[in-house]
């Protein structure tokens, strides 16, 4: 564009000076996380709700919906892949959505949820379902509420997925769900007859944590994190955040009795954090400046910490260094012993310890409690025997209490239904994208078992990195792999890699 419109410049104002303020809450937000003393909660909850309830109001405002407006036609004939055509395409369409929800819906859902997440953290210390069950009601009728404000076609669920995958549809994920279970179900029940409950026993060696976190940084460094750009903190929950493309937080956390929860969580955080250093930096401060959804995401997260840090490849180069770092807890361990049992199939209670095997089927039985709960074909008092049966016909095993059962998960007490099905959507993008990946480059096994992840890096970076929010997951892709979002690539991968390991 030979001069960009004023429209557009007043609009990339407003929104850097929007963004400004969500980058601003993720910086309380993640000191909240790791280093804010407990007397600072109060006094932190104002500052946050007043930055995010400012953002709101600025971003919904008539001026930038006028803005939006007048250039509405122009963007249409400029280049559909520019920064300035997918700014005003994609803008419009949150705009709609941000401009749909009234603001005392959203200020009611976050009373109920502030109270909501102290009755769950109470309930699930107690294991009583029913301390949590009159927020649970609220939570669910304003979720009914405001999908009924954002409008949907054909499921009430749809409106709540698109929160977290832009144009994801409810019928598409139940059809890849339903290809899933019946293909992982059967396999899930092969490896519980042979499984051995002491095949990761010798990952349970107490090791220092301060090595732990030494090993961690390192593997991160290999995979390309800048730390010029980023760093890694210490935090209960591991999570990763941005305060620009240029400043990447990740926290980890550290079980001196278990180390592959501090090295699979760093190498887990340091896919998200290795997308959001990749933006192109000339998205900074327009809202572009983000992952394309949640599942795409999670896509990368998964691609280091299971394709990658599950691999033989990786370990044929890691584990002489691991051996070296923890000689007394790893010198009489052999290759193929150790390969296993961070490869270990249990089928478990608890979601978020759960194997690359069982994990989805996890995900599955929360989309489909969620979509009865929301079209009421079950009584929310009944929930807790609604998941203990599918956990049954799913897994095999039945939670001894509700902790381990119905109330494991936060998401609920925060108010977020819709939110589950990107765990699982981030595990088929990442096996496809993967797969494209190692068409396009040759000997990239070699390269990882090398510990050399610069080629891999630089094909993430073009392919899915750089575009942050231009595209909507479906657009991806599509554009990446050439073909859509299909279970086939995740459900052979499955297939060999624990096929061989269990001999199925
Ligand atoms: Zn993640």
Redesign the pocket.
């Known amino acids: 564009m030979e001069s960009e419109p004023k429209e557009l410049q007043e609009l990339k104002r407003r929104l850097g000076e929007i963004r400004d303020l969500h980058r601003a809450a993720a910086v309380l937000s993640w000191d909240q996380q790791t280093y804010m003393p407990p007397g600072g909660a109060a006094a932190r909850a104002e500052q946050l709700a007043t930055l995010q309830r400012t953002a709101h109001i600025w971003f919904t405002s008539d001026e930038v919906g006028q803005l939006l407006e007048a250039l509405r036609a122009p963007a249409a004939e400029w280049d559909y892949d520019s920064d300035e055509a997918s700014l005003v395409r994609v803008t419009l369409r949150d705009y709609e959505k941000a401009r749909r929800i009234p603001p005392a819906l959203i200020a009611e859902l976050a009373r109920v949820s502030t109270l909501a997440y102290e009755a769950w953290v109470k309930a699930k210390a107690m294991a009583d379902f029913a301390l949590f069950l009159p927020h649970l009601e609220k939570i669910v009728d304003l979720n009914i509420q405001i999908a009924e404000a954002l409008g949907y076609q054909e499921r009430l669920y749809d409106a709540l997925l698109d929160q977290y995958e832009p144009q994801m549809k409810t019928a598409q994920v139940a059809a890849l769900f339903d290809q899933l279970k019946a293909e992982l179900v059967p396999i899930v029940k092969d490896i519980a007859r042979q499984t051995d409950p002491d095949d990761d026993a010798l990952l349970r060696r107490p090791m220092d944590v301060q090595k732990q976190w030494d090993f961690g940084l390192a593997v991160l460094r290999d995979m390309g994190f800048d730390f010029n750009r980023g760093r890694q903190d210490r935090s209960v929950h591991p999570f990763t955040t941005a305060f620009s493309i240029d400043d990447v937080r990740l926290t980890t956390r550290l079980d001196p009795n278990y180390f592959p929860t501090a090295l699979f969580g760093t190498i887990?955080?340091g896919g998200?954090g290795l997308y959001e250093q990749g933006l192109a930096p000339t998205l900074e401060r327009t809202g572009l400046d983000d992952g394309a959804s949640l599942g795409i995401?999670?896509s990368q997260?998964r691609l280091w910490e299971n394709l990658i840090g599950r691999s033989r490849a990786f370990w044929s180069h890691y584990f002489p260094r691991l051996q070296q770092m923890f000689p007394e807890q790893m010198r009489d361990v052999e290759f193929e012993p150790f390969y296993r049992a961070i490869n270990s199939v249990k089928p478990s209670f608890i979601r978020v310890e759960a194997d690359e095997v069982t994990y989805n089927l996890h995900i599955m039985l929360r989309f489909e409690l969620e979509n009865d709960m929301l079209e009421r074909r079950v009584r929310l008092r009944d929930l807790p025997e609604a998941w203990n049966a599918k956990m049954e016909e799913y897994l095999g095993i039945v939670p001894p209490n509700d902790a381990l059962g119905v109330l494991q998960d936060v998401h609920w007490s925060g108010g977020m239904l819709g939110y589950f099905p990107t765990y699982s959507l981030g595990n088929l993008y990442s096996v496809q994208f993967f797969e494209k990946a190692k068409r396009d480059i040759s000997g990239l096994m070699d390269q990882i078992a090398r510990g050399d992840f610069s080629e891999l890096l630089k094909w993430l970076r073009q392919n899915i990195h750089q575009h942050g929010r231009k595209y909507i997951p479906a657009e991806l892709v599509l554009k990446v792999t050439g073909n859509e979002l299909a279970a086939t690539d995740y459900i052979r991968y499955i297939k060999q890699k624990f096929g061989e390991l269990y001999s199925l």
């Open positions: 887990h955080e998200h995401h999670e997260s």
